[in-house]
């Protein structure tokens, strides 16, 4: 893996997590992130159960990250977005932000795109 690299775990049954996906990859105006969708993606440095709950990223050196902690990574690593980073390290610090990234990934809509014949 390259040392500049991001790589981004979504759950791809997840409208909001794959319309935050194409969000990254416009402003990714270098290309150092690359999102997949774990359901599809497996990779044996991730946790599979936790990536399903909260958004996971490998960055070039191997270390893995979930939840808040990967909005922090992908936020500095975009050069657009680096005005937010004083006020997300805030929320890091004050551990406001995983709270924050709970909240909202309890609430959202999982809608499975590969039914089997239990599928109402």
């Not at 977005?81 to 990234?101: H, Q, T």
């Amino acid at each position: 893996m390259p040392s500049n690299r991001l790589y981004i775990y979504i759950d791809g049954w997840c409208p909001y997590c794959r319309q935050f996906g194409r969000w990254v990859e416009r402003i990714d105006i270098f290309h150092q992130i690359t999102i997949r969708d774990i359901r599809t993606n497996n990779s044996s440095e991730i946790n599979r159960e936790q990536a399903l709950k909260a958004m996971a990223s490998i960055n070039g050196k191997g270390e893995v990250v979930y939840g808040f902690s990967t909005i922090y990574r992908i936020f500095r690593t975009l050069p657009l977005l680096w005005i937010f980073i004083p006020f997300l390290f805030l929320l890091k610090l004050f551990r406001l932000g995983d709270f924050l990234y709970h909240e909202l990934a309890i609430r959202r809509k999982i809608i499975p795109l590969h039914c089997d014949e239990y599928c109402n």
